[in-house]
């Protein structure tokens, strides 16, 4: 009897000590290498995170604000512009920047002094240095570029509005000029620096794209007396109002009956622009520094 509990604590202690080496090379195989990458992992899902804000932040301000070489700056009375890259460097300063870091309308000119956030930092241990996880795209004025943008407008798809757009061009005539093409999309790419000191991982390039498309229609786009322009397009009598049929009403104006039809009595395709309700207007003086 005493042989047999000594030859089960000896079975006991043996199975103990198999279970402290399983243990052993677990931790040092996969526990130890996860909880390295989970800090890592966190901060590529943040990555992704901020190149789906940036998306979202480009088509809009492509709604709001015309390219160049819009057709729509014809008519507009408001050159209301930004470029791909003032776009781009407003990304940059005002997504991946710190939470800290202060907001205004001169970030459009190109990478300014906003630090990226902490989530985009990490710890090299190759040179023991703190730097940022993006990989530049290029560089403008000594600072470097972390955003790649791309953006386009389109004419919505479907059969209906084709249609639509044939009868617009054809109210064109006089001088209707809506913006057909709604459809803004933007694509932000975001690339990251390789972890070149995890063996696995070298050669692998890691990079968020995504795109982001809104649908929405022109009417507001230049302002009211933009709006103005479009909806006296659709009146016939717009077509009247040229030099020439002035000097012709002028001319007839001459005869003593018809001095009333005289080109200042007569204002041809007038429209008014509907105003803003009264208790919706400030009294005071709204100032802006």
Known sequence: MIFHNFQSGLILSRQGG?????????????????????????????????AEQAARYAS????????????????????????????????????????????????????????????QNFSNRNTG?????????????????????TSKQDEPPGGVNKGINQ??????????????????????????LEPDWFKEFSGVDVAFSTHHTLLTDGWGAGGTEHNKELVQGLLPTKLFDNKAFDAALDII??????????????????VDVEQVPGHRLSKGKVKYK
């Not at 700056?73 to 005002?94: F, W």
């Not at 240095?129 to 943008?149: C, M, P, Q, R």
């Not at 005539?173 to 709604?182: A, M, P, R, S, V």
């Open 18 to 50: 198999a279970a402290w080496a399983e243990f052993i090379v677990v931790a040092g195989f996969v526990l130890v290498p996860m909880f390295t990458l989970i800090p890592m992992v966190g901060k590529y899902i943040d990555t992704r995170h901020k």
């Open 60 to 119: 809009w301000e492509r709604t709001a604000w015309f390219e160049p070489g819009n057709k729509m700056l014809n008519t507009a009375p408001i050159k209301a512009v930004k470029t791909k890259d003032q776009i781009r460097y407003e990304v940059q300063a005002r997504i991946l920047a710190g939470a800290d870091e202060s907001i205004h309308s001169g970030q459009g000119i190109g990478p300014g002094k906003e630090k990226t956030d902490v989530m």
């Open 129 to 149: 240095k703190y730097e940022t996880l993006l990989k530049a795209f290029g560089k403008k004025s000594n600072k470097d570029v972390y955003i790649a943008h």
């Open 167 to 192: 009868i617009l061009k054809v109210a064109g005539i006089g001088g209707f000029d809506l913006n057909t093409k709604g459809l803004y999309t933007s694509r932000i790419k975001i690339d990251v």
């Open 253 to 270: 104006s001459i005869v003593p009956i018809a001095k009333e039809l005289k080109s200042s009595s007569l204002v041809f395709g007038h």
